[in-house]
């Protein structure tokens, strides 16, 4: 079964500070792999997808493919990063290409 | 900026009854989704719907939900005889054929009692 986990529920940190969120995916072929956000009472959007090793915001995420991760980096979080942040793997099984999102990190980033 | 909208944004039905929850997809997209996402889980994959008929859907959408672009603009989920369980966020997204990403709606949460 095509599984993504991510191990923290709640990270905490000071601005500043580097920021980790983890994510590691569990998939048959090698699928595309993207980090949503959801701000405080907003959408959830696209942050960033492995394709296209682009840094948004500062994140950046590598893709891992021996040890099945897509963590998410920043290193000087900043207050306004505070969000909820999805890893999401697609599954691009016929033109469907639906989304299976992990639990999700609530990273908040104290002054 | 175009937008996906959703309809409305919360929404409070007696258990048993029909709610239809609406979005409005961006307008040059053809792809269509519902996810859910119950309170303190994860949001889950419902349904995708593409040139007016589903193309996946989740072991969660059961005979009790459906589906439907009744126009051009609108596309609606229908839950026949909500139950308790059924209270979650319900979120809308559309997709640019060729493209992959998502663009999600604001949610309907739905509360049933």
């Known amino acids: 079964a095509q599984r993504v986990t991510q191990p923290e529920k709640l990270l905490s940190v000071f601005k500043g500070a580097p920021v980790e969120l983890k994510c590691n995916y569990s998939y048959s072929g090698s699928p595309e792999l993207f980090w949503y956000v959801q701000y405080s009472r907003q959408r959830l959007q696209l942050l960033l997808r492995?394709?296209s090793r682009e840094s948004i915001k500062g994140f950046t995420a590598d893709l891992n493919k021996g040890e099945t991760s897509f963590h998410l980096k920043k290193p000087f979080a900043q207050e306004e990063d505070s969000a909820m942040y999805y890893c999401?793997?697609?599954?691009?099984?016929?033109?469907?290409?639906?989304?299976?999102f992990g639990k999700g990190t609530l990273l908040t980033v104290n002054p | 900026e175009p937008e996906v909208t959703q309809t409305p944004s919360h929404q409070v039905t007696q258990m048993g009854q029909e709610v239809i929850l609406r979005c409005v997809p961006i307008s040059n997209h053809l792809y269509f989704y519902w996810y859910r996402q119950i309170l303190g889980q994860k949001v889950e994959f419902l349904v995708s719907f593409y040139n007016n008929e589903i193309s996946e859907k989740s072991e969660i959408f059961d005979d009790q939900f459906s589906v439907e672009r009744p126009d051009g603009s609108n596309f609606t989920l229908k839950i026949r005889s909500t139950k308790l369980e059924d209270s979650a966020m319900y979120f809308c997204?559309?997709?640019?054929?060729?493209?992959?990403?998502?663009?999600f709606g604001q949610g309907t949460r739905l509360t049933v009692v």
């Open positions: 997204a559309s997709r640019v054929t060729g493209g992959t990403e998502a663009f």
């Open positions: 492995h394709i």
């Open positions: 999401a793997p697609l599954d691009s099984g016929g033109s469907n290409y639906k989304l299976t």
